[in-house]
């Protein structure tokens, strides 16, 4: 399983940036698909989440302006970041594993995620 993510850059606050993460090694199609952030002295922490049906769940604090996506014929995962804040500076991390039955609930989650990308920094100023 190969996970990679790009995208990240250096932006100002109100600017956009869309992240792209393409898989390998494994049936991106049949997997769920999440992308995670890190900031420094800060634990890791879900900012999108999309299963195989395309149901997405976001926390609060980037709701309304993050959107997941996924492309199955390309095995490219997307974030698009819209409205982009200072807080939102971290290194992003795109990860993948087999679906929960219980729907996309638990996949904002990083303990949830066996498979990692090594991360793509996004700074805001």
């Known amino acids: 399983v190969q996970l990679v993510e790009s995208g990240g850059d250096s932006v100002q606050a109100g600017g956009s940036l869309r992240l792209s993460c393409v898989a390998s090694?494994?049936?991106?199609?049949?997997?769920?698909m999440g992308w995670f952030r890190q900031a420094p002295g800060k634990e890791r922490e879900g900012v999108a989440a999309?299963?195989?049906?395309?149901?997405?769940n976001y926390p609060n604090s980037v709701k309304g302006r993050f959107t997941i996506s996924k492309d199955n014929a390309k095995n490219t995962l997307y974030l698009q970041m819209n409205s982009l804040k200072p807080e939102d500076t971290a290194m992003y991390y795109c990860?993948?594993?087999?679906?929960?039955?219980?729907?996309?609930?638990?996949?904002?989650?990083?303990?949830?995620?066996?498979?990692w990308g090594q991360g793509t920094q996004v700074t805001v100023s």
């Open positions: 090694g494994f049936p991106f199609s049949t997997y769920c």
């Open positions: 990860a993948a594993d087999s679906c929960p039955p219980t729907g996309p609930a638990p996949l904002i989650t990083p303990a949830y995620f066996f498979y």
């Open positions: 999309i299963d195989t049906e395309g149901r997405t």
